[in-house]
């Protein structure tokens, strides 16, 4: 889908790809708030949805940082819709790159943890990038439980919004 003027990348699901290589189904899975939803939280012990979106940027900035080779500071202070753009555009960049990478390139995409231990691409397939999906989920709950769920003209099965 072409992305709507002065919309964030994702606002609709890009085109699929014609093909499937280890690269187009990792782009693919990469490829949706008031302020009382970003300060709610269930429980005292857990995080509030503002926290998570910083746990989410965090996790698309170490993606973006090993797929991409970019040094970047997730810590920077933001407000909501700059931290949501900078997510969005962490995921757009490291998907264009996963689309046209070749399997023997996956190994240049590892992982360097802060003990020096170099972990392979497979770790941010069930780490960073289906965390972050599961805790957009999460979001997605809490937005339905302070009165303002997701529209009803956004179609996940298609990734479109219906006019």
């Not at 014609?18 to 970003?38: H, Q, W």
């Not at 991409?68 to 264009?96: G, W, Y």
């Amino acid at each position: 889908m072409a992305q709507k003027a002065g919309s964030h990348p994702y606002y609709e699901l890009p085109e699929y790809s014609e093909s499937f290589t280890a690269g187009t189904v990792a782009s693919r899975l990469i490829d949706g708030l008031r302020k009382e939803d970003l300060e709610y939280r269930p429980t005292l012990e857990s995080r509030s949805v503002a926290e998570t979106i910083d746990h989410i940027h965090g996790m698309t900035s170490m993606v973006l940082k090993s797929v991409c080779k970019i040094d970047i500071n997730p810590t920077e202070d933001h407000n909501f819709e700059e931290k949501r753009a900078k997510i969005l555009m962490n995921l757009k960049s490291v998907s264009a790159i996963l689309k046209t990478a070749k399997a023997e390139e996956f190994e240049n995409f590892n992982i360097n943890l802060r003990n020096h231990e170099s972990v392979p691409f497979w770790f941010f397939i069930n780490g960073q990038i289906t965390d972050s999906i599961w805790h957009c989920g999460q979001i997605s709950s809490f937005r339905r439980i302070t009165g303002n769920p997701i529209s009803s003209k956004v179609s996940f099965f298609r990734g479109e919004v219906k006019d």
